[in-house]
């Protein structure tokens, strides 16, 4: 018997953009149904779409090579919510315990209440962790403890109002795709490479993207600060680009040769590329490492922001495209003074597609996976037509996303004969509408 129903899912990175389509079963274990990549061009910039038009016909592409992978029509996709004006914020709230015991309700409201919080020229995106405090004494299960009051504190994901304006205009101006709910990269990305021990000892986790480095901070298991550096991968083969080479040749040039550490200058090498003047090495990774320590600088002020510089137990852990250069692990130990692990998404959660495992620039894509719920399946509908008897049936189409629904005309025949049933309709569609640490015009 075929099995029906799927979960898709887009990341929209600088560089590329990424879509995997899976499924989970009961134990929230993975099983990659298929996956694909389109080159951004230009048409997202440090995590958000720059140009409308251009992002709506990569993702319809995208889509359809999905579609046509897995022979199956989707309806609805997980989008990545990012952007350099994201970041944490804190947010308390506290309340008197009448009943003398913290009750299930009690923190319901309490989660409302962050819920509903609204910062001043900003946007309350998702409320990502919170810890609490019964009568001043941290509490983790807060349900059925006594005490007088509770207090909660919630760390919140914020980014300026407009974020989402233009990923929706995107999807909307060239595809029929519903948006089942935005996902914040970041978090999905920590949720699938990072280990429990790892969150209450306290680490420093780095996604190295093309446009973009996030830096998320974990102590006591909870996310205690999460920010979005403005520079990335793609700002080091700019870089060098000045040594006289095209962007594609800086590019593989990068891959290739360049080095984040050295111990010795490196030779003059003979270059690839016909046209082009040969490059001394030690150059080239002169120019990644002015561009990296730029970048450090950022990470060392923000984890020294963060309150919680040396008590960092796990250390630094990176993943991501840009975590593939070469010796950036040894450079960033040198530099932070830090342990440094490479991560990719535990092959625990995912039972198949090793080349996806293994390649950092999907964990983030893979998180969201993890993440996402709602069925994305566009399930073609079968309906009988009114005039045909049960032995006699001819069949109209209709489709939707999700679970099945009933045929408006068959309904309105039940609800003749039933008429004490009123039950039935269409299920809508729930969309979570979650851009500034760093306040650039290129934020758009």
Not at 70 to 77: A, F, L, N, Q
Not at 116 to 138: G, L, S, T
Not at 197 to 212: I, M, N, P, R, V
Request: net charge negative; proline share 3%.
């Amino acid at each position: 018997m075929t099995q029906t129903g799927f979960l898709a899912v887009i990341d929209l990175g600088t560089s590329r953009i990424k879509g995997v389509v899976g499924r989970k079963n009961e134990n929230g274990v993975i099983s990659v149904m298929a996956s694909g990549t389109i080159d951004s061009v230009s048409s997202v910039r440090r995590g958000m779409v720059y140009n409308i038009e251009q992002a709506g016909a990569n993702i319809q592409r995208l889509v359809m090579m999905l579609e046509n992978s897995i022979g199956r029509k989707i309806g609805s996709v997980y989008v990545s919510l990012a952007g350099q004006s994201l970041h944490t914020m804190e947010f308390n709230e506290m309340q008197q315990l009448s009943s003398g015991m913290v009750t299930d309700e009690v923190v319901k409201q309490l989660r409302k209440s962050a819920e509903k919080f609204q910062p001043e020229m900003k946007r309350n995106y998702r409320v990502a962790d919170a810890e609490y405090y019964i009568d001043d004494k941290p509490e983790r299960s807060p349900v059925g403890v006594t005490g007088a009051q509770i207090e909660a504190g919630f760390e919140l994901i914020v980014g300026r109002p407009n974020l989402l304006t233009n990923i929706q205009k995107s999807i909307s101006s060239k595809t029929e795709l519903k948006i089942a709910d935005y996902i914040v990269g970041a978090t999905a990305s920590a949720e699938i490479a990072l280990n429990e021990e790892e969150k209450e000892l306290g680490c420093a986790y780095l996604d190295f993207g093309a446009g973009t480095t996030t830096l998320s901070v974990y102590k006591n298991g909870i996310l205690r600060r999460m920010v979005v550096i403005p520079f990335g991968g793609k700002n080091l083969t700019k870089d060098i680009c000045a040594l006289n080479f095209t962007e594609n040749d800086a590019e593989q040039l990068k891959i290739k040769f360049g080095k984040a550490f050295e111990n010795q200058d490196g030779p003059l090498f003979s270059s690839p590329f016909s046209t082009k003047p040969d490059i001394d090495l030690a150059e080239l990774n002169k120019v990644i490492g002015m561009r990296l320590d730029e970048i450090t600088a950022n990470i060392k002020e923000q984890i020294s922001l963060s309150g919680y510089e040396g008590q960092l137990g796990a250390g630094l852990i990176i993943t991501g495209g840009g975590s593939q250069l070469r010796n950036l692990d040894l450079y960033l130990t040198q530099k932070l003074k830090l342990s440094v692990r490479k991560a990719l998404a535990k092959k625990t959660l995912v039972n198949n597609a090793p080349e996806l495992i293994n390649d950092p620039s999907f964990t983030q894509v893979l998180g969201m996976l993890l993440t996402a719920q709602e069925d994305c399946e566009l399930v073609r509908v079968e309906s009988m037509d009114e005039s045909e008897s049960e032995d006699n049936r001819s069949f109209t189409g209709g489709w939707f996303s999700g679970n099945k629904k009933k045929n408006p005309k068959t309904e309105k025949k039940e609800k003749k004969a039933k008429p004490e049933k009123k039950e039935g309709g269409f299920i809508s569609t729930m969309e979570n509408v979650f851009g500034n640490i760093f306040t650039e015009e290129d934020d758009e």
